[in-house]
Structures are given as C-alpha cells and as structure tokens.
C-alpha cells in the first residue's frame, strides 16, 4: 500500500507566527519534491464562512454557541477533502484547525467575570469529533510581550491581550489532552527568530512529510482514554 500524506496542523495565538511558519512549511516540502498543499481555518471564502468573518469582524453579532457552531461546521465542510488529499499521498498543512475552536470559543467569560466561563470545555469539544485527527500539531507558543512588539493586536473580535491569555491557558489543556489520547503535540517556542521557528518545525515535520503508514485517525476518538469500553454500556 503506498503511504498516505501526513497531516500537519500549526495552531497559535493571534500574532505568534502561524501563517509565516504555515507558508515556509509549504516551501520547503515544495523544495523538497514532497507534494504538499496549506489550508487554512476559517475558510472565509464559502457562505458559512462569510458569516464567521462578519462575526469576526465585528459586522454581525451571533449567539456564542451559534458562532461556534458556525466555526466547526466550516471545518467540517472540508473533512472529505481533506481525507481524500491525504489518501492521495498528499501532505496538508493546515493553519488553524479544531484545537482552535475549543480554545477560542471555551476561553469565553461570563459578562462581568473574569474567570467564570461562559461555555462548557466538552460542549465546545463535541462538534468537531470525528474530524480526521492531524498526525502533528504545532502550537507556537507566544508570549504577550512578543506578540504585542510585532505590530500589536488588529481590529477583529479576539485580538485583545486578556483574550489571548485566556486562550492559551486552554491551549495547554488541549495540547495535555491530546497527548493523553495518543496524538503528538509540540509546542514551539514562537518568541525566537522567524528562522530559529522554521528550523524547529522542520525538525517536527522532516519525517513524517515521508509518508505515512497508518490510517487516519478521528478527532477525539478517546478510545484509547477509556480502559474498559463495555463497561459503558452495562
Ligand atoms: P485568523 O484568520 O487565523 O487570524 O483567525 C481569525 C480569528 O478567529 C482569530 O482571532 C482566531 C479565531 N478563530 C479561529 N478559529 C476559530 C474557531 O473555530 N472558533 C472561534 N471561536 N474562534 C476561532
């Protein structure tokens, strides 16, 4: 059986580096012969899309479950494709991915808290289960100082600094759980130099971007979390 392509998502916070790293990646296994191509989460182009980046851009308001519903149907509008480019033996980079989602929308506060959240982390997990499970996840870790010296924040909804410490406390619980289901996740230190980034990522991705020889998995199958699955349903 020919091997399948890998799929690699780069996940951050605003400002840390993501699209830069997502297009260098993309270059180097071009360079490389390795046939690859970038997606990139939300895809604003499609009508679900739209109405993520009016919300985004503060044009329209929806109901927080609602937007993040939104969010991960557009992800799942691109599920079949993208098993179908991995099957290929297409390798996929994806900017942004389901992890962003969780983190996003599960930071989320109580008008007038600090703290208190406003939705629950399983209900925001649930809807992207069953998406294909990326084989590698690159969190580029940021810190407020770095990102804000780059040029600061934007205009869009999220790009606030007591939003993005929010969200990357639940980016580390994400990324513990990910690794307790068996899925690889490396946070890479997005303070350094575009290029020291770049020399990281590679090293995480160099040998994957061979090939892979197993099937692709599911999103939060936690199977393997679950010592006795009979016991379920007794
Ligand atoms: P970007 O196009 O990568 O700059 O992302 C746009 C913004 O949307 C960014 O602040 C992160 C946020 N975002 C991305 N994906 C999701 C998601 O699935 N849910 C929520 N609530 N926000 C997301």
């Known amino acids: 059986m020919p091997k399948r392509g890998a799929f690699i998502v780069i996940e951050g916070l605003d400002r840390s580096g993501k699209s830069t790293q997502a297009a260098a990646l993309l270059r180097r296994l071009q360079d490389a012969q390795v046939s690859a191509k970038l997606i ?10 739209k109405m993520i980046d009016a919300y985004l851009r503060s044009e329209s308001e929806l109901d927080d479950r ?3 519903l939104l969010f991960s149907a557009n992800r799942w509008e691109l599920a079949s494709s993208i098993e179908a480019t991995l099957r290929s033996g297409e390798t996929i980079i994806c900017d942004r991915y389901a992890f962003s989602g969780l983190a996003f929308s599960a930071s989320k506060v109580r008008p007038g808290s600090q703290s208190y959240p406003l939705l629950d982390y399983d209900w925001c997990r649930t809807p992207d289960a069953g998406l294909p499970a990326p084989d590698l996840t690159l969190f580029l870790d940021v810190s407020t100082d770095a990102a804000k010296a780059r040029g600061g924040y934007g205009e869009e909804r999220y790009e606030r600094e007591d939003v993005q410490r929010r969200v990357r406390d639940v980016f580390v619980r994400i990324g513990d759980q990910v690794e307790a289901g068996g899925g690889r996740w490396e946070v890479v230190d997005a303070d350094e130099s575009e290029e020291a980034v770049r020399d990281v990522i590679w090293d995480a991705a160099k040998d994957l971007v061979k090939g892979v020889d ?3 998995e599911k999103l939060w199958d936690d199977k393997r979390e679950v010592g006795n699955v009979e016991a379920l349903y007794m």
């Open 214 to 216: 197993a099937p692709i």
């Open 66 to 68: 609602a937007i993040h």
């Open 40 to 49: 990139k989460f939300p895809d604003r182009t499609t009508p679900i899309g």
